[in-house]
């Protein structure tokens, strides 16, 4: 079979192979959404859950074959890729990010996993490669970034509002080769994400039962900053290195001061 860009299919449904549906979450994503899907033309079915884009996201991805769904997200992203699994309807799921890109290697892999499966084995933690600012970041908080992304339909549900895991029942392994990641490519864009995702974490850790208090506030993205750019070796990474560990530490204090006038607003109220 052939998609409307003329790339063949890898698999298809008379195949003995097992289907793979890949999952993309975008927001205003025109920008990216064309490089994230040709990644994928080796999967029998590209998903896009859409968060009411206002700009061309939705119509370049359905140009590109894809199955777009439009939802609001309502700041739950486990939500959000939950869905995405209902609608998949591959024997095994593949979860990107608009910003993200399947290199040749991974997709090699997948495909060999998935046609020789291991019975024992129900998801796969991939590697994430972070460029930031133009460099590729390999230590630090990003530099060894592993994150369950492939697994069989039925293994598990993803958990947590923000900073979601894929809570898969049964052995998870390890794929070898790189998922890149193209993160921020402005500092504006990199402070606003840091100012959205802090207010998440901020409300999860309250659900969680966490509370703040003023040691935290100043005690915790210190230590952020000095395990991110010294034990975890940012400082080699240069200046970029430098700013993600810093930027890093400011999304600590972010959160931890949000949750303090959270509790307090809710003690209050």
């Not at 080796?42 to 769904?69: G, H, P, R, Y």
């Not at 339909?153 to 998922?179: C, I």
């Not at 966490?210 to 750019?229: A, G, V």
């Amino acid at each position: 079979k052939r998609n409307d860009r003329g790339s063949r299919r890898i698999f298809n449904s008379q195949s003995r192979f097992k289907m793979l549906s890949a999952v993309i979450l975008t927001k205003n994503e025109e920008k990216n959404i064309r490089q994230c899907v040709e990644s994928l033309t080796f999967c029998d079915e590209i998903i896009v859950v859409d968060d009411n884009s206002q700009d061309n996201t939705m119509e370049f991805a359905e140009k590109l074959s894809a199955k777009v769904f439009s939802r609001p997200l309502d700041n739950n992203f486990a939500d959000q890729r939950n869905f995405g699994l209902t609608r998949a309807s591959g024997d095994w799921v593949l979860f990107i990010d608009a910003d993200e890109r399947v290199s040749f290697s991974l997709r090699d892999e997948i495909q060999s996993e998935i046609k020789n499966p291991k019975s024992e084995i129900m998801g796969y933690r991939v590697k994430r490669v972070d460029h930031v600012f133009g460099k590729v970041l390999k230590h630090g908080d990003v530099g060894n970034f592993y994150e369950v992304r492939l697994a069989k339909k039925d293994s598990g549900k993803w958990e947590r509002k923000v900073h979601e895991v894929w809570a898969v029942k049964g052995k998870v392994a390890e794929l070898k080769n790189p998922l890149f990641h193209w993160a921020h490519s402005s500092f504006s864009e990199f402070t606003s994400a840091v100012n959205y995702y802090s207010t998440l974490h901020a409300e999860q850790k309250f659900k969680d039962g966490q509370r703040s208090s003023l040691l935290k506030i100043l005690l915790w993205p210190k230590l952020k900053f000095i395990n991110n750019y010294f034990m975890k070796l940012g400082f080699i990474d240069g200046t970029a290195g430098f700013v993600q560990a810093m930027i890093m530490s400011f999304h600590s204090f972010l959160a931890w001061s949000k949750l303090w006038l959270l509790q307090n607003r809710k003690a209050s109220s």
